[in-house]
């Protein structure tokens, strides 16, 4: 008489794995950073350290000056630490110590290198604010898109909500955006009367806000809503819609006539 093969072990309805984990254990998470892909679509490497060097190679571009200044970081907390260990007579232990914290300095300084160079590369370009607006990670509600702009300038104004309220960023030249800012406060001031309304420059001229200063700008805005408010805010601007474009001029859509000779066939 023929054996039967042995049946293939029952598949869990929980989705758990082989081991009864689940999906959740030590071995999950080492199968799990096995499956990723080592290279993105373009083909350059996505791990951490990959990361890091690419974000060091566009600083470096743009600021030649960032290895000096992360040398000199990680040195000088390097020195700190031998100070303090000869002083109090462990100087091996205090370098040990000193080493990851002279590293730590060294990617903050990277950090900052790098974020005043993104800065340097989109100022002056349309959409800019808006980009430096979308920084802000939480608390506020930023657009993707400006509620204003002028076609033929580029002019845009980006509004984002917030427990602050709402605040109005003109991204252009100040003498052109101020029309935008006015008209785009006025229309936000009959929805939410009650609400203050806080209007921006961003630019480096005199009485805007630098690019790099801007979210921390918007940040420190003192908080007059609450949680339940700022979403009521939210919803009636967005039943007002966004940007809108204009009509060509010499063209009016309520006194248009049909051709009755088209429908009628010449």
């Known amino acids: 008489m023929a054996r039967r093969a042995p049946a293939p072990p029952p598949a869990n309805a929980a989705g758990k794995g082989a081991d009864g984990t689940g999906g959740r254990g030590p071995l999950a998470a080492l199968r799990r950073r096995r ?5 993105g679509p373009d083909g350059r490497p996505t791990g951490r350290i990959a990361q890091m060097r690419q974000v060091y190679d566009m600083t470096r571009k743009a600021d030649p000056s960032v290895t000096w200044w992360m040398l000199g970081v990680a040195a000088a907390v390097l020195v700190v630490a031998l100070v303090i260990g000869f002083a109090v007579g462990h100087p091996i232990y205090l370098t040990v110590i000193g080493l990851p ?20 590369q989109i100022e002056g370009r349309p ?13 506020w509600d930023i657009g993707e898109e400006p ?12 509004r984002g909500v917030g427990r602050a309220g709402v605040v109005l960023v003109g991204d252009g030249a100040p003498h052109r955006v101020a029309k935008l800012l006015e008209g785009e406060r006025r229309k936000v001031a009959r929805v939410v009367p009650s609400v203050p309304v806080h209007v921006m420059q961003a630019g ?12 921390r700008r918007v940040q420190r805005l003192k908080p007059v809503m609450t949680k339940a408010e700022m979403g009521q805010v939210q919803g009636r601007l967005r039943a007002i819609g966004g940007m809108r ?18 429908a009628r066939g010449r």
């Open 245 to 262: 474009m204009p009509v060509p001029k010499g063209v009016d859509p309520m006194r248009a006539r049909p051709d009755r000779k088209a």
């Open 35 to 39: 499956a990723r892909p080592k290279f």
């Open 101 to 120: 914290l002279a590293l730590l300095g060294a990617m903050v300084v990277l950090a900052r290198k790098a974020e005043a160079a993104a800065y340097s």
């Open 147 to 158: 509620v204003a702009i002028d076609p033929r300038t580029q002019d845009s104004v980006f």
């Open 127 to 139: 959409g800019a604010a808006g980009a430096a607006l979308r920084s802000i990670r939480r608390g």
């Open 204 to 215: 480096s001229g005199e009485g805007q806000v630098p690019l790099p200063k801007l979210a």
